[in-house]
């Protein structure tokens, strides 16, 4: 089934237009309330969100929607992705709200939900929401008498600190760790220092300052230069990364490197394989992971199990399937046995304690294997469907033959822009580069 409003990660598009509207997040927020009504006992909601100014915007209509629905509504201000998924569980919520557009430009803005379990919605359960919103929905609003309550509610970033300092062993200490941070000027632009500084850890802060029009401007996870020129300056031991919602994490080494998704979850898998932590053996990545991943992880005696893109993907096949590592190279880390999501603050310190455990230097433990030479581009598209070309389609079979066994190919639209996202990998950088090049050229003139 195509979707009208939900893409891979909720519901997402540029502010005060179509979908992201408040009358469609009234909408979306009346048909949650409805969707999930279980018994006669009242009905509640978290709904936290980043620093975006058209964050206030939803998040009035929602508490519109849910209270005119009988939902109270518990309002968080800004907090990461994983708190709210976190305090969904601990507040017994029916759900959760996270508006946010996570990595995407402070125009942008986005809807993301959560089940009374922690969980991202299924498909399905997503689908039933569509078919509600676009339905009148008068004759199942509340009564008078019953009419949800919404308050703002006090604590949650002391919360979410102790819950992440609690995924450490009780002892460890990040004493003598110089770490800079740079918070995207999002959602754990107080949290994440403040968790780091309690642990021990001598921080230097960047992105702390948000406005409303500066989240991901120039910083975070998506802009690493920022932090790497910090890390060099400040002679740092490491230097961590967060998006605007905090669900995602790069690292910088001492020496300036980026470290992505894919080294950071051959660290934490091979840190659990030591341990006898792995509840399987192996881990959960995307078809974006890098085939260098996939071979490190063999050599250990791990396979990596590989789902579409989107952590929600990720999650839903780690429970299938009883993992406890997954994630995605752009530096989604799913920790199962602490998170029901990404969580970027939660993986950052399973990493530094890795690094505090060997007592080497983050260039050393963070760099597991050598990837394979792997190029991405995208197209933008304004409408139509340029993959089903007849000319497409037969440079992508072209494309695939010359790969044969040496790499891999994946062509895909992206499912929160308006992208077609063209990734090729292989031992030969000169073949792959040149078929991604040639493949792009004939994709973007049958978008234009």
């Not at 754990?188 to 991901?216: H, Q, T």
């Not at 999650?315 to 190279?329: A, I, L």
């Not at 970027?344 to 294997?369: D, I, T, W």
């Amino acid at each position: 089934m195509t979707k009208k409003y939900f893409g891979t990660d909720g519901i997402r598009g540029t502010a005060n237009r179509w979908p992201i509207t408040p009358e469609v997040a009234m909408k979306v927020a009346m048909s949650v309330g409805i969707a999930f009504r279980r018994g006669g006992h009242r009905h509640r909601v978290v709904i936290g969100k980043d620093t975006r100014l058209s964050g206030y915007m939803i998040e009035t209509a929602m508490v519109a929607g849910f209270t005119a629905v009988g939902v109270d509504v518990f309002m968080t201000g800004p907090i990461p992705t994983p708190a709210v998924a976190m305090l969904t569980r601990s507040l017994r919520c029916d759900f959760g709200v996270m508006i946010s557009a996570s990595h995407n430009p402070f125009a942008d803005n986005g809807i993301k939900l959560f089940g009374p379990d922690g969980y991202k919605l299924s498909d399905e359960i997503e689908a039933e929401i569509e078919r509600m919103i676009d339905v009148d929905l008068s004759d199942r609003l509340a009564g008078s008498f019953d009419l949800g309550r919404a308050k703002r509610i006090d604590g949650v970033a002391d919360r979410y600190i102790e819950f992440a300092k609690r995924t450490l062993p009780r002892n460890m200490s990040l004493d003598g760790l110089r770490v800079v941070i740079d918070c995207g000027n999002g959602a754990a632009y107080k949290v994440a220092p403040e968790a780091l500084w309690e642990l021990g850890a001598d921080v230097v802060r960047l992105g702390v300052e948000p406005d409303g029009l500066n989240i991901n401007r120039d910083c975070g996870s998506t802009a690493p230069d920022l932090c790497a020129r910090k890390v060099h300056e400040t002679r740092a031991d490491i230097g961590i990364c967060l998006d605007g919602d905090a669900d995602r994490v790069i690292v910088i080494d001492e020496k300036g490197r980026v470290v992505d998704g894919d080294q950071l979850m051959a660290v934490v898998a091979g840190s659990f394989h030591d341990d006898g932590r792995l509840s399987q053996p192996g881990i959960v990545a995307t078809v974006m992971s890098n085939l260098g991943l996939e071979r490190h992880l063999a050599g250990l005696g791990l396979m990596l199990e590989r789902t579409k893109v989107g952590d929600r993907y990720v999650v839903e096949c780690m429970r299938e399937r009883g993992y406890n590592v997954g994630g995605e190279q752009s530096g989604h880390i799913v920790l199962s046995d602490y998170t029901t999501t990404g969580d970027g603050l939660v993986a950052a310190l399973q990493v530094m304690a890795v690094v505090k455990r060997l007592g080497k230097p983050v260039s050393e433990v963070c760099h597991r294997f050598d990837p394979v030479p792997q190029f991405l581009k995208n197209i933008r598209i304004r409408g139509g469907r340029p993959l089903e070309d007849d000319k497409v389609k037969a440079t992508i079979a072209d494309a695939l033959k010359r790969l044969g066994n040496q790499g891999r190919l994946v062509i895909r639209p992206s499912g929160t822009e308006p992208l077609i996202r063209v990734m090729g990998e292989g031992d030969d950088e000169v073949l792959v580069r040149g078929i991604v090049d040639d493949l792009v050229d004939v994709i973007g003139r049958a978008a234009a």
